[in-house]
């Protein structure tokens, strides 16, 4: 057990708190259990250190320069600012949003640890302290009792625990609040059900919604881009309809059906709002939607609209108020197409957002109903409506269960019941359902791709899925017999894609990766040639 | 006539009782706050394999079906067994729940000495045999788990370095005032009074305000009183009254997944919250109430942050 970071260290003046070796790393099966089956570690560039915060573990999430403070009042200010945004945090009109969820976890952390062994992240760092599932929330709960509660002030440590508020403790904590995907593993084993993840969530906030610091790929090229241009991909209302096109070609090309994909129908019972990702790195996947639509006969559109065509809401992440807009938005798309219900495809996070977080945060016209596509795909498939042979998907799936649709969600049997219907070798990876672990890419960390950001996802946030996946498929490792990840969402599909490419799985364990609907379409028995490709 | 040791009594209990009132009310006049559900959520007809509602279509038109049967038995597993614990932290749990059983054997234990009471001044005498052996059943059991447990928990908490590490002075406290209690407590209760003899006649006498006797108080017996007062006190100020939190955060937080449906409560409580307003300070936030914020953004982003 690494014992050499302390909680007050967080405030220590030193160049990097901890320096992550290969060789601490969780092991991995075989064949990656030998020594040179992985790319080594590397070190931050030293022009980083200038910029970015690199004192924690020397990778960088947040990817707008922190400048350090010169003077000890540029620090004095820095700490009134933080002490301002955490006050706001505690504050029934700023952030009644997770008031009572937050102060239930400052609050009542009997600090026990039966939390850690359940956290992908930490058991992957090989136990590094500052991965411990309750270190970020001891230092913030430090910092609340210390300065901002009546006991803390006249107590002094002996309540609060020992901590020091300086630019170090603040910097790096805005870092630590970015290595934790939010997957609340930790919280399902909770006895007392205090959420660690939260407490991350809520520091993030705290660093956005107070000082505008946040990764560029949440917000600025996130949510503020997907305000301003229509998509966080930066994909604009008439590119998305040249993609329509091009899927709508490519359909006809490779299943030789027609199918015109409804856009902007008014009166349709379902607006189905894809994450936008998939219409540019895998437009397979609305194909095989619109496919499955058109043949089993729903009412359904997409929209062109102006944030309509991306189901993406990163301020799910991190910013309250941005989530807040963005989910507006959608419902405001959905009722000018006048439709009965909102329905979002293969992304996870999306489907958290928009059906689970964001309900409080809408009313009157703008409450309408949001649901999950997969009791819609699992209905079609249980009522025949499509001719599938499931011969045609001989060959080892697994499947990998999306934090925010099936833990944090519910959504856990409809894409089981079709995979064991068209996937003879469909086979579960250990844990699953609800117990499963993250991709490594929750919480905004599958498109953070900033400077060695994804050296830190690849070796430590995806690792556990990583080993999960190399298990489940021990049996047929070798290259040659084709496998398949069946990730319904885009995000831990954009996460495993990085993983097998940095870990070359696919060419090492002939391990690829795709969505659920893929699977569907490459079962239908009127198509002929393989709908999935791997090779 | 009541004398200052009965009067100290009545005012710990009722301390105890108005402070634990009070921070239950504190979370229950919070406002409503953003769906967090976690599952497995118990009272889903599909908690079997963590389901829920979202598993099906339509959901505004679902006839929600609640198992409550399961959300008491999930419930009632956690608060008796610390199911968690002994599931995720086996070597935690060989003390924490011998502490925790034992603290709840000493409440009954307390319970029973008060029905006794009643008992007596009511003139109910056949039924305070039984009242005399539950007493001493749940006494016995109660006061030794606790203590071993309290003495195990202590030692993992100073001997283990990750809950060292994470653990204020006050925890290490809190631990040291409940075994100083039933230290004394078991020290009594060996010693002095073996068959709670002096423990009831004191129920009594409180119990009928003054107007029974009050027994005589070994000096063992008034250290042991007065330490548990004081513990009365304490505890709703303390985190050793979590159970406060652990209530709020299953029922309210994981397990709270009420939709909100167009004239519904849950829409009248979000209406109200959307009209509070917003102070953050950020470029991107421009200090509305919630619903104008979400309905006309404002965009500005920062380029570097300086102090």
Not at chain 1, 44 to 52: D, F, G, L, N, T
Not at chain 1, 313 to 321: E, H, I, R, S, T
Request: net charge neutral; proline share 6%.
């Amino acid at each position: 057990m690494s014992k050499e970071v302390r909680i007050k260290d967080i405030g220590k003046p030193s160049k990097q708190l901890i320096k992550l070796r290969l060789e601490d790393l969780m092991k991995l099966p075989p064949p990656y259990d030998k020594p040179g089956e992985e790319p080594e570690m590397t070190e931050p560039k030293e022009e980083w250190r200038e910029k970015y915060i690199t004192e924690l573990d020397g990778y960088i999430a947040i990817d707008v320069p922190f400048e350090k403070p010169k003077t000890k009042e540029e620090e004095q200010r820095l700490i009134q600012r933080f002490l301002e945004g955490l006050k706001k945090l505690l504050d029934k009109e700023n952030n009644w949003t997770f008031l009572q969820p937050l102060l239930l976890s400052l609050e009542f952390c009997a600090k026990c640890q039966t939390c850690n062994d359940a956290c992908p992240i930490y058991l992957s760092s090989g136990k590094k302290e500052i991965y411990r599932p309750t270190y970020r929330s001891e230092v913030l709960r430090r910092i609340w009792k210390r300065y901002l509660t009546p006991a803390g002030k006249v107590f002094g440590k002996f309540v609060s625990g020992d901590i020091e508020l300086n630019w170090y403790t603040i910097a790096r904590l805005a870092e630590l609040a970015y290595r934790c995907t939010l997957c609340r593993r930790c919280t399902q084993v909770c006895p007392i059900g205090v959420d660690n993840g939260l407490i991350a969530h809520e520091i993030r906030k705290l660093f956005s919604q107070e000082m505008g610091v946040a990764p560029k790929a949440l917000h600025e090229l996130g949510t503020v881009q997907h305000l301003r241009v229509g998509s966080s991909t930066a994909l604009t209302p008439e590119g998305f309809k040249d993609i329509i096109e091009f899927i709508e070609d490519d359909i006809k090309e490779r299943t030789g059906k027609n199918i015109k994909i409804p856009v902007d129908e008014k009166g349709a019972d379902i607006l189905l709002i894809h994450n936008a990702g998939e219409y540019l790195s895998w437009p397979e996947n609305p194909a095989a939607f619109a496919i499955i639509f058109e043949e089993a006969g729903i009412s359904w559109t997409l929209s062109s609209e102006l944030v309509g065509y991306d189901a993406v809401n990163y301020g799910v992440w991190y910013d309250d108020v941005q989530l807040a807009r963005i989910a507006r938005k959608h419902v405001e798309v959905a009722r000018k197409l006048d439709v009965n219900r909102i329905v979002v495809g293969e992304c996870g996070h999306a489907h958290k957002a928009l059906c689970v977080v964001a309900d409080r945060v809408l009313a009157d016209e703008y409450n309408i109903p949001r649901e999950s596509c997969m009791p819609i795909l699992w209905d079609i498939v249980r009522k025949k409506k499509l001719n599938l042979d499931p011969e045609k998907n001989n060959f080892p799936v697994t499947l990998h269960d999306p934090c925010n649709m099936v833990r944090l969600m519910g959504v856990v049997e409809p894409q089981r019941k079709i995979l064991r219907e068209i996937c003879p070798q469909f086979r579960e990876m250990e844990p699953h359902g609800v117990y499963n672990y993250c991709c490594g890419g929750g919480s905004g960390f599958a498109i953070m791709t900033s400077m060695n950001f994804p050296e830190w996802r690849n070796k430590v946030a995806t690792r556990m899925k990583f080993k999960q996946i190399l298990t489940a498929f021990q049996d047929c490792i070798d290259p040659s017999i084709k496998k398949y990840v069946c990730a319904p969402c885009s995000n831990c599909k954009g996460a495993i894609r990085d993983m097998l490419d940095h870990y070359q799985a696919t060419m090492k364990c002939g391990i690829y990766y795709g969505g659920l609907v893929e699977l569907m379409v490459n079962a239908m028995v009127d198509i002929e040639e393989p709908f999935i490709e791997m090779f | 006539m009541l004398t200052p040791l009965q009067i100290s009594s009545y005012l710990a209990f009722a301390i105890f009782v108005v402070v634990v009132v009070w921070k239950f009310v504190k979370y229950a006049t919070m406002p409503i706050h953003l769906r967090w559900e976690l599952y497995p959520v118990p009272h889903e007809p599909e908690h079997e394999h963590g389901g829920s509602f979202f598993e099906h279509q339509n959901i505004w038109q679902l006839e929600r079906k609640h198992d409550k049967l399961n959300e008491l038995k999930e419930m009632f597993e956690e608060m008796l067994f610390i199911k968690r614990m002994f599931q995720n932290k086996r070597d935690l749990w060989y003390v924490s729940w011998p502490f925790h059983a034992g603290v709840y054997l000493i409440l009954v234990w307390l319970a029973l000495l008060f029905i006794r009471a009643v008992l007596v001044i009511a003139g109910v005498h056949s039924l305070v045999p039984i009242a005399d052996a539950l007493i001493m059943i749940a006494g016995a059991i109660g006061v030794i788990a606790a203590t071993l447990g309290c003495l195990g928990l202590l030692i993992k908490r100073v001997g283990s370095w990750e809950l060292r590490e994470y653990s204020a002075g006050v925890e290490i406290f809190n631990l040291l005032f409940v075994l100083a209690v039933l230290l004394t407590g078991l020290f009594a209760w060996i010693k002095f009074d073996p068959n709670f003899n002096i423990a009831k006649e004191y129920m009594l006498s409180l119990v009928s305000f003054g107007s029974q006797p009050m027994p005589e108080l070994p000096k063992p017996i008034l250290v042991h009183l007065i330490l548990l007062e004081l513990l009365f006190i304490y505890i709703p100020f303390t985190k050793i009254a979590h159970y406060v939190g652990k209530y709020y955060t299953f029922h309210t937080v994981l397990w709270e997944d009420a939709i909100n449906k167009p004239g519904s409560e849950v829409e009248r409580k979000v209406k109200r919250c959307l009209q509070f307003r917003v102070s953050w300070s950020a470029p991107h936030i421009a200090g509305r109430t919630w619903a104008e914020e979400a309905a006309n953004p404002k965009l500005d982003v920062i380029e570097r942050w300086k102090p």
